[in-house]
């Protein structure tokens, strides 16, 4: 499938308050234990690059933390939006638009972390992720950590199951969900166009560059992403709980699928 780039920035310029509020409101236990997991690697007042990193959720936080963030995202609008919550916020945000597959407006070596949580999501072809790792790992410090996220292909009968169970009779579907039976990933049309990708594919993508070496790997909503309108129609204190006790399997290898995303993250050993 060739690169679907012009409709995925449009998909996200149609509206950018949408992917803010999945983690603020509809997915909030995915940046919970997101953040709990990299906070392990991350240190006071390291640079980060954001790559992909949408209207801001994750850019902003840490910008809250002290940090020195640089956002680059496909999107104009995401850009555009990004900025306005560092206004809100109150803080320093550098937000500029870009694409993760040329990074030549940074130098080699130039952050303590990289983030790429979004871009594997949308690049349809081994090849043109690959570029993209080795774009983040060139412009990461040695030394320093890559955070990369992938949609998980079971991630998608999750949410077929949760959402919309009545697309297991639909014959438009029956594609995915054979491909996702056999323990493949595949490239396809979903809420844009996407990739869906496998743990051990995922594993494979991060292994195949070299001065790369993983840390863990681990599930960002761990075993929650199911169970995602049972959470929310329950107490805050209660979700919370369920949160902290989810912390506890997001690593098991045993429940990476019971997320719709994966993280590898994996420190920069060399050039």
Same mark, same amino acid.
């Given at each position: 499938?060739?690169?679907?780039?012009?409709?995925?920035?449009?998909?996200?310029?149609?509206?950018?308050?949408?992917?803010?509020?999945?983690?603020?409101?509809?997915?909030?236990?995915?940046?919970?234990?997101?953040?709990?997991?990299?906070? @392990?690697?991350?240190?006071?007042?390291?640079?980060?690059?954001?790559?992909?990193?949408?209207?801001? $959720?994750?850019?902003?936080?840490?910008?809250?933390?002290?940090?020195?963030?640089?956002?680059?995202?496909?999107?104009?609008?995401?850009?555009?939006?990004?900025?306005?919550?560092?206004? $809100?916020?109150?803080?320093?945000?550098?937000?500029?638009?870009?694409?993760?597959?040329?990074?030549?407006?940074?130098?080699?070596?130039?952050?303590?972390?990289?983030?790429?949580?979004?871009?594997?999501?949308?690049?349809?072809?081994?090849?043109?992720?690959?570029?993209?790792?080795?774009?983040?790992? @060139?412009?990461?410090?040695?030394?320093?950590?890559?955070?990369?996220?992938?949609?998980?292909?079971?991630?998608?009968?999750?949410?077929?199951?949760?959402?919309?169970?009545?697309?297991?009779?639909?014959? @438009?579907?029956?594609?995915?969900?054979?491909?996702?039976?056999?323990?493949?990933?595949?490239?396809?049309?979903?809420?844009?166009?996407?990739?869906?990708?496998?743990?051990?594919?995922?594993?494979?993508?991060?292994?195949?560059?070299?001065?790369?070496?993983?840390?863990?790997?681990?599930? $960002?909503?761990?075993?929650?992403?199911?169970?995602?309108?049972?959470?929310?129609?329950?107490?805050?204190?209660?979700?919370?709980?369920?949160?902290?006790?989810?912390?506890?399997?997001?690593?098991?290898?045993?429940?990476?699928?019971?997320?719709?995303?994966?993280?590898?993250?994996? @420190?920069?050993?060399?050039?």
């Amino acid at each position: 499938m060739q690169e679907r780039t012009e409709e995925i920035r449009a998909h996200y310029n149609a509206d950018p308050a949408k992917e803010w509020n999945r983690l603020k409101k509809r997915h909030p236990y995915e940046k919970y234990i997101t953040v709990h997991m990299m906070d @392990r690697y991350l240190k006071p007042g390291d640079s980060i690059l954001d790559i992909g990193g949408g209207p801001g $959720q994750y850019s902003v936080h840490y910008a809250r933390q002290g940090h020195d963030v640089t956002l680059l995202d496909l999107s104009d609008e995401n850009v555009r939006y990004a900025r306005k919550k560092a206004r $809100q916020y109150k803080v320093k945000l550098t937000a500029v638009q870009g694409n993760a597959l040329d990074l030549s407006a940074f130098p080699d070596e130039s952050f303590d972390a990289v983030f790429l949580m979004g871009p594997l999501y949308h690049l349809l072809s081994e090849e043109t992720r690959r570029t993209a790792v080795l774009e983040a790992k @060139r412009v990461l410090k040695s030394g320093g950590f890559l955070f990369s996220s992938f949609i998980l292909m079971f991630g998608g009968v999750i949410y077929g199951m949760r959402d919309i169970p009545q697309t297991i009779f639909w014959p @438009r579907e029956q594609p995915f969900y054979e491909i996702a039976a056999q323990g493949k990933g595949t490239s396809m049309e979903a809420f844009t166009f996407a990739n869906l990708t496998t743990v051990s594919d995922a594993e494979a993508l991060l292994s195949s560059v070299p001065g790369l070496e993983t840390q863990t790997v681990f599930g $960002q909503e761990s075993i929650l992403a199911p169970y995602q309108h049972t959470l929310a129609a329950r107490p805050p204190k209660e979700r919370r709980a369920w949160y902290d006790y989810a912390l506890r399997f997001c690593e098991k290898r045993d429940y990476l699928t019971h997320s719709e995303h994966l993280m590898i993250v994996s @420190r920069k050993t060399g050039r």
